[in-house]
C-alpha cells in the first residue's frame, strides 16, 4: 500500500524558511520523479516543484517559487524534501508530495499546512 506522509509545515513570519520532508513507502522511490504541490484555500491544487529519479540532477520549479524553494531527495530515507525560504503570506497553503508524472500519481496524503504570516 502507497503511504506518502508530508511533514514540517508551521507558522512562519514573512522572509522565514520551512523544511518540508515527504516519506513515501510502498512504491520503488528511486524509480520515480516526485514533486511538491500547494493547494491555497478556494483554489486548485498547483505544482511546485519536481524532481527527477534516480540522482535527481533535473528539477523544475513554478515561477512563483524560482529562486527561493529548492527540493531534493535521499532516495536512502525514501524521502523528499522542500526547502522553503523567503516565504510570504502567499505561500499559505497545504503543501503536498506526490509523483511528478500525472499517470503515476497515487492517492494523496494528508499534506502539511504551511501559513505565511503578514
Known amino acids: 500500500q502507497v503511504q506518502l506522509v508530508e511533514s514540517g509545515g508551521g507558522l512562519v513570519q514573512p522572509g522565514g524558511s520551512l523544511r518540508l520532508p515527504c516519506a513515501a513507502s510502498?512504491?520503488?522511490?528511486?524509480?520515480?520523479?516526485m514533486g511538491w504541490y500547494r493547494q491555497a484555500p478556494g483554489k486548485r491544487r498547483e505544482s511546485v516543484a519536481d524532481?527527477?529519479?534516480?540522482?535527481?540532477?533535473?528539477?523544475t520549479y513554478a515561477d512563483s517559487v524560482k529562486g527561493r524553494f529548492t527540493i531534493s531527495r535521499d532516495n536512502a530515507k525514501n524521502t523528499v524534501y522542500l526547502q522553503m525560504n523567503n516565504l510570504n503570506p502567499e505561500d499559505t497553503a497545504v503543501y503536498y508530495c506526490?509523483?511528478?508524472?500525472?499517470?503515476?500519481?497515487?492517492?494523496w496524503g494528508q499534506g502539511t499546512q504551511v501559513t505565511g504570516s503578514s
Open positions: 506526490n509523483a511528478a508524472v500525472l499517470a503515476k500519481i497515487r492517492p
Open positions: 510502498g512504491i520503488v522511490f528511486s524509480i520515480n520523479a
Open positions: 524532481i527527477s529519479s534516480g540522482s535527481g540532477i533535473f528539477t
